[in-house]
C-alpha cells in the first residue's frame, strides 16, 4: 500500500487512488499501524495528551509534598501503597516523581508529542505533498515512540521504583545502584526506553527534513512556506544533529552501570565501599547530554514559535512581521543552540575562560529571540484581532516567552549563575520559557487544526475557560518561584522546614500548590473538549474556518490518505497575503495578479 | 466517605462547566454564530487589557510580600557576593522595563486592534528599519550586560588573595565534612582508597603523609570574618554542591575532580543575626545538585566570627591523626573524638542531620 502514497509527484497529475483505497483499509491499517501521516500525527498527539496527563499528575502529587510537608492524607496511601505510607510521599518516591516529571515533559510530551504531531500533520499538507518521504519510516517513528513509552511506563511499577536521579540523570547518581534506589532497575529501563525514543525521533526527523526538502509542490519555493514548515525542518535537523549525542552518552551510562566500565566513574566510596573505578570523568556526561540538553529545549520551542507565527498572523488578519527575519533568526536560534550547552555548568569547575565564551554565545541567543518578539508584536500591531482559543494561546504564548526569556538573560550571565543556578529561579525560568510557553503553542495548534483533524469544532466556551484558568494559573504558580530563587532556595528539595535560610517561604509554597492543582484541574477540561468534540463536537461546513491561505485549507474537509482529491495544487505567493490590496485574505493556490506586488 | 464527597463535588463542577460550555454553543447557533462571536471577542479584548493591568499590581503586590523574605534588602555576606548583587540588580532593572513595555504592548495591542467592524487591519509585512532596531538595541544591551558579567566572573573565579585561609570541604551523602591544613597550612594527601570507616578514615587521609598529622577533620566550619578563604571541594560519591547563598557562592563537589571556589565573609554570623532579626539566622550549606534520597537534609553549617574567636577555637581542635592514634600525640592528652565539640561561643545547634563521627 505504500506504493499508494509514495507518487510525490509535482508535475500533477490526478492522484484519486485514495477513494478506493479507502475501502480496503482495515482497522488495524487505519487506525493502527496507519501510514498515513495524518493519523500517525493523531496517534503522536493523543499519546502526548495522555503522558502530559500522567506527567502533570506527577507534579500534583510532588507539590502536594511540598505545599502540605506537615499534613498526611490518607488516599495517598491507598492509591500509591508503600510509596505513600501513612499519607505521606517518601523522599524516593518524591524524587522518582520529580524526575519522571521532567522526563514525560521534556521529551514524550514536548518532543514526540509536539514535533510529532505538528510536524507530521502539517509539513505534507502544507508544502503539497500526499505523504511523508518514506510512510514506511514514518509508522515506524510512531511505533518505537510506543515502545519507548511502554519501557518507560513499565518503570514505573518496580520495586526500586523508576530513576529518580532527576531528569538529567547525572552519572554517578545514576550509575550506581547503592547510590539510589531508582538508579536499580529504573535507571536501566529509563536509558532503555531514551535509546528508543532518540532512534523514533532520528526517524522522524529524517523523514520532516527529506519531505520538506523534495516533495514540495509546484511553485511552493522555501520563501514561500509557512514559518510552520521553517520551524520544523530546523527543529528537525537539531534533533538529527543532537540526538545522536545523547545516544552516545546513554550507552556509555549502560557500559558504567552494567559492563563495569569507568567512563564517568572515579574516586568513589558508595555505602561504605570503595569502589575499583578511576580514570572516568562525571562531567563528560554533562558535556555529553547538554549537547543535547539544550538544543532540546529549542527542539521544543522552535515548532512552537512556528505554529504562533502562523496564528496570530491569520488571527489578526495580518501578515506576519518580517517573514525573513523571522527565518533568520530561526536559523540563528538553530545555530547557537549547538553552541551554548556549557551555560548548564557554570559551576562545576568548568574553566573560567571556557565559561566565558559560552556567556558571550549564550546571551547572542537573545537577539534572534528580541527579534521574534518584537515581530510578533508589530504582526498584532494594527491587525483586526479574532479572539478564539487558538489566537488567545499564541498571545499567551508571547506573554511566556518574555517573561521567561528575559530571566535566561539573567541565568546566562555566569556570575549570576553562580547566585541562581539550580535554585527555584531556575525552574520559574524554564518552566515559563519552554513548559508553559510550549504548552501554550500546542494547545495554540491543536485548537487552530483540530477542524483539519476531525472535520470538527472544538468548544469554544470550554477553550475560553481553558485558556483563562491556565494563564492565570501559570503565572500565580512561576512568577513568586523567582523570589524563592533570589533567596537561594535549591531545586528538588523534599522538604524546606528544617532550613533556616528557606523555611519562610512554607506559605508561599501551599499557595503555589493549590494553585497548581486548580490549574492541573483545568487542563483536564481542554482533554474532555478534546475527546468529546472528536465525536460531538460542531460539524465543520467550510474547507476553509479560518479564512487562512495555506495549502491544508485546500484538501477536502477530511481528507483521505493523499490528501488531495485530484491534481495537488500549484502555488503562486507567499501564504501571508492578508488584507493586502482590499482583499480579507489571498490562498497561496491565487496566481498574482498582473499589477500586484509579490510581497 | 469524605474523599467520595470530594471526588462527587468535584465532578459536579466538571459537569456544571461541561454543560454551560454545551448550552453556550445551542444559544450561539439560535443567536446567530457571528453575533456570539463579536460578542465573545469583545470580552475577551477587555479580559486581556483586564489581566495586564491586574497582573502588574499582583506582581507589584508579589513583590511587596516576597521581597523581604528573599533577604535581598540586607546586602552580600561577602565582600564577592556584591558583585553579584549588583550584576542581579542591573539586570532586574533593564529587564524589568523591557518586561514592563513588551506586555504593555501586548495586551494593549490586542485590546486596540481587537476586530471591529469598521475597521481592516493594515497590511504591513517588513520595514527594514525597524528590525534593524530591534537588533541593534538588543545587541547593544546585552553588551554591557556580558561586559559587566564576565568582569565580575574572572574577579571571582580568578586566583584569590595570597592571604587566603584554605579550608577543604567533601560532601558525601548526605553530609559534608571539613578539613583544616593545620598549623603548616598545607593539607595531607588523599587517597579514597584509604577510606576506611571502622578505622574512622572517613576521608581516605593518607596518615603516612607527615603533612596530615596536623590537620583538623570537623563536622562545622569556622571562618574569621574579614579574611579570604578558599575551598577546596571534594565529593567522596556522587556530584554535590556547595551552595551558600548568604555569600552568593556555589560550586559542585565532583568525585575525582577536586574543585575549588574563594571568597571574603563580611559579616560574623553574630551581625547577620542582628540584621535579619532573626535570632536563630545560621550561614548554611545546602547541596544545590541532586544526590540522592537525602539530597534535601544534607545541610552544613558556617560560623563566621571574629579572627580572636576563631584562633581559639582553633586552638581547642585536636588534630583527625592524634584522635585516630591517640599514642602518636606528643601532648599525651586525652584525646578528643568528638571533634566539633565547640558550640559555647556560638550557642549554634548542631544540626540533627549532621553525622556522629564515629
New interface residues.
Given amino acids: 500500500m505504500s506504493s499508494v502514497v509514495t507518487a510525490p509527484d509535482t508535475t500533477g497529475h490526478v492522484h484519486d487512488a485514495h477513494h478506493d483505497h479507502a475501502h480496503q483499509e482495515s482497522f488495524i491499517t487505519k487506525y493502527i499501524f496507519s501510514q498515513d501521516h495524518k493519523m500517525i500525527s493523531k496517534q503522536f498527539l493523543i499519546t502526548g495528551i495522555i503522558w502530559a496527563m500522567i506527567g502533570g499528575l506527577f507534579s500534583v502529587l510532588f507539590r502536594i509534598q511540598l505545599g502540605f510537608p506537615n499534613e498526611t492524607f490518607p488516599f495517598l496511601e491507598d492509591i500509591l501503597g508503600h510509596w505513600a505510607k501513612g499519607g505521606k510521599i517518601s523522599p524516593e518516591f518524591y524524587y522518582a516523581l520529580v524526575t519522571m516529571h521532567g522526563t514525560i515533559l521534556v521529551f514524550f510530551v514536548l518532543t514526540a508529542g509536539l514535533s510529532g504531531t505538528f510536524s507530521n500533520f502539517l509539513i505534507p499538507l502544507q508544502v503539497g505533498a500526499r505523504d511523508m518521504a518514506s510512510p514506511m519510516l514514518n509508522m515506524l517513528s510512531y511505533w518505537f515512540f510506543f515502545a519507548a513509552s511502554v519501557v518507560m511506563i513499565s518503570s514505573l511499577f518496580l520495586q526500586t521504583g523508576p530513576a529518580a536521579g532527576g531528569w538529567t540523570v547525572y552519572p554517578p547518581l545514576s550509575a550506581l545502584g547503592d547510590a539510589s534506589p531508582g538508579s536499580r532497575m529504573g535507571m536501566d529501563l529509563w536509558l532503555g526506553g531514551m535509546a528508543l525514543f532518540i532512534v523514533s525521533s532520528l526517524l522522524g526527523g529524517l523523514n520532516y527534513i527529506t519531505t520538506i526538502l523534495n516533495m514540495r509542490t509546484k511553485g511552493m519555493s522555501m520563501t514561500r512556506l509557512p514559518l510552520t514548515v521553517w520551524a520544523m525542518l530546523f527543529t528537525a535537523v537539531l534533533g538529527v544533529l543532537t540526538f545522536p549525542v545523547l545516544f552516545s552518552g546513554v550507552l556509555l551510562l549502560l557500559f558504567d552501570r552494567n559492563l563495569g566500565t569507568s567512563f564517568y566513574l572515579s574516586d568513589i566510596v558508595i555505602a561504605g565501599k570503595i569502589l575499583p573505578n578511576e580514570g572516568g570523568s562525571a562531567i563528560l556526561f554533562q558535556h555529553l547530554f547538554w549537547f543535547l540538553g539544550h538544543p532540546e529545549v529549542y527542539i521544543i520551542i522552535l515548532p512552537v514559535m512556528g505554529v504562533v507565527s502562523e496564528i496570530l498572523s491569520i488571527y489578526s488578519r495580518k501578515p506576519i512581521f518580517g517573514y525573513l527575519a523571522m527565518v533568520g533568526s530561526l536559523f540563528a536560534i538553530c545555530i547557537l543552540a549547538c553552541l551554548v550547552w556549557a551555560h548548564h555548568m557554570f559551576v562545576t569547575g568548568l574553566n573560567p575562560f571556557v565559561g566565558s565564551i559560552f556567556v558571550l554565545l549564550t546571551l547572542l541567543i537573545a537577539v534572534p529571540s528580541a527579534i521574534k518578539t518584537f515581530n510578533w508584536l508589530t504582526t498584532i500591531w494594527r491587525g483586526n484581532i479574532r479572539f478564539t482559543p487558538a489566537s488567545l494561546f499564541a498571545i499567551g504564548f508571547v506573554s511566556m516567552f518574555i517573561s521567561g526569556g528575559l530571566t535566561g538573560i539573567f541565568l546566562g550571565n555566569s556570575a549570576i549563575d553562580i547566585h541562581l543556578h539550580d535554585t527555584y529561579f531556575g525552574i520559574a525560568h524554564f518552566h515559563l520559557v519552554m513548559g508553559v510557553a510550549a504548552f501554550f503553542g500546542m494547545f495554540a495548534g491543536v485548537y487552530h487544526w483540530f477542524p483539519k483533524m476531525y472535520g470538527r469544532y472544538m468548544n469554544n466556551t470550554l477553550g475560553y475557560i481553558h485558556f483563562w484558568f491556565t494563564l492565570v494559573g501559570a503565572y500565580c504558580i512561576f512568577w513568586p518561584m523567582h523570589y524563592e530563587g533570589f533567596a537561594g532556595m535549591p531545586r528538588r528539595y523534599y522538604d524546606y522546614q528544617n532550613w533556616e535560610s528557606f523555611k519562610m517561604f512554607g506559605g508561599l509554597n501551599e499557595f503555589i500548590s493549590i494553585v497548581a492543582i486548580i490549574t492541573y484541574a483545568a487542563q483536564l477540561l481542554f482533554v474532555i473538549n478534546f475527546f468529546y468534540s472528536i465525536w460531538k463536537g460542531r460539524r465543520v461546513k467550510d474547507t476553509n474556518p479560518w479564512k487562512a491561505n495555506t495549502l491544508e485549507w485546500t484538501t477536502p474537509i477530511k481528507p483521505g490518505h493523499g490528501n488531495w482529491v485530484g491534481e495537488i495544487p500549484e502555488v503562486h505567493r507567499w501564504p501571508y497575503d492578508y488584507s493586502k490590496d482590499g482583499h480579507d485574505f489571498i490562498p497561496q493556490t491565487t496566481p498574482i495578479g498582473k499589477d500586484e506586488s509579490s510581497h | 466517605m469524605k474523599?467520595i464527597f470530594v471526588i462527587a463535588i468535584?465532578i459536579l463542577i466538571?459537569i456544571v462547566?461541561?454543560q454551560?460550555?454545551?448550552t453556550?454553543?445551542f444559544i450561539?447557533?439560535l443567536r446567530g454564530e457571528e453575533k456570539t462571536?463579536k460578542q465573545?471577542?469583545k470580552i475577551?479584548?477587555y479580559?486581556?487589557l483586564a489581566?495586564m493591568i491586574l497582573?502588574l499590581v499582583?506582581?507589584w503586590y508579589?513583590?511587596k510580600i516576597?521581597?523581604p523574605?528573599?533577604?535581598?534588602h540586607i546586602e552580600s555576606a561577602s565582600e564577592e557576593?556584591k558583585?553579584?548583587d549588583l550584576?542581579?540588580w542591573i539586570?532586574i532593572i533593564l529587564?524589568g522595563i523591557?518586561?514592563i513595555i513588551?506586555?504593555i504592548?501586548?495586551?494593549w495591542?490586542?485590546y486596540k486592534?481587537?476586530?471591529?467592524d469598521n475597521?481592516?487591519?493594515?497590511?504591513?509585512?517588513?520595514?527594514s528599519r525597524?528590525?534593524l532596531l530591534?537588533?541593534t538595541?538588543?545587541?547593544v544591551v546585552?553588551t554591557v550586560?556580558?561586559v559587566f558579567?564576565?568582569k565580575?566572573?574572572?574577579k571571582?573565579?580568578?586566583d584569590p588573595p595570597k592571604n587566603a585561609l584554605v579550608v577543604e570541604i567533601t560532601g558525601?551523602?548526605f553530609a559534608w565534612e571539613v578539613r583544616y591544613p593545620g598549623k603548616d597550612g598545607v593539607l595531607g594527601k588523599k587517597n579514597?582508597?584509604l577510606?576506611n570507616?571502622p578505622a574512622g578514615n572517613n576521608l581516605?587521609v593518607d596518615f603516612e603523609d607527615p603533612e596530615s598529622w596536623d590537620d583538623i577533620h570537623v563536622a562545622e566550619m569556622h571562618l574569621p570574618v574579614g579574611r579570604p578563604v578558599k575551598l577546596v571541594i571534594n565529593s567522596?560519591?556522587?556530584?554535590h554542591?556547595v551552595?551558600l547563598?548568604?555569600f552568593?557562592?556555589?560550586?559542585?563537589a565532583?568525585?575525582?575532580?577536586p574543585?575549588?571556589m574563594w571568597f571574603t565573609p563580611i559579616h560574623t554570623t553574630e551581625e547577620m543575626r542582628k540584621m535579619t532579626g532573626?535570632p536563630?539566622?545560621?550561614y548554611?550549606i545546602?547541596?544545590?545538585?541532586?544526590?540522592?534520597?537525602?539530597?534535601?537534609?544534607m545541610?552544613g553549617i558556617i560560623v563566621v566570627e571574629s579572627e580572636a574567636d576563631y584562633n581559639a577555637w582553633l586552638a581547642k581542635q585536636t588534630p583527625e591523626y592524634y584522635s585516630l592514634f591517640p599514642d602518636k600525640n606528643p601532648n599525651n592528652k586525652p584525646a578528643v573524638v568528638a571533634p566539633a565539640t565547640d558550640s559555647s561561643k556560638t550557642s549554634t545547634p548542631i544540626?540533627?542531620?549532621l553525622p556522629a563521627k564515629p
Avoid at chain 2, 236 to 239: A, E, H, L, S
Avoid at chain 2, 254 to 257: A, D, E, K, M
Wanted: charged letters at 15%; proline letters at 2%; a positive charge.
Fill in positions: 474523599a468535584i466538571f462547566i461541561f454551560i460550555a454545551r453556550s454553543e450561539s447557533t462571536r465573545s471577542n475577551n479584548a479580559l486581556l489581566f497582573g499582583a506582581a508579589c513583590n516576597l521581597y523574605k528573599t533577604l535581598l557576593g558583585h553579584i550584576l542581579l539586570n529587564t523591557v518586561f513588551t506586555h504592548l501586548l495586551f495591542f490586542a486592534y481587537r476586530e471591529q475597521k481592516k487591519a493594515y497590511y504591513f509585512p517588513h520595514d525597524l528590525e530591534w537588533t538595541v538588543p545587541a546585552l550586560l556580558i558579567g564576565l565580575f566572573w574572572f571571582i573565579t580568578g558525601k551523602q579514597f582508597k577510606f570507616q581516605g567522596m560519591d556522587v556530584v554542591d551552595g547563598a548568604a552568593r557562592m556555589k560550586m559542585d565532583v568525585p575525582g575532580i574543585t575549588t532573626n536563630n539566622y545560621l548554611e545546602s547541596c544545590d545538585q541532586m544526590c540522592g534520597n537525602g539530597h534535601f537534609s545541610r544540626a540533627a542531620v
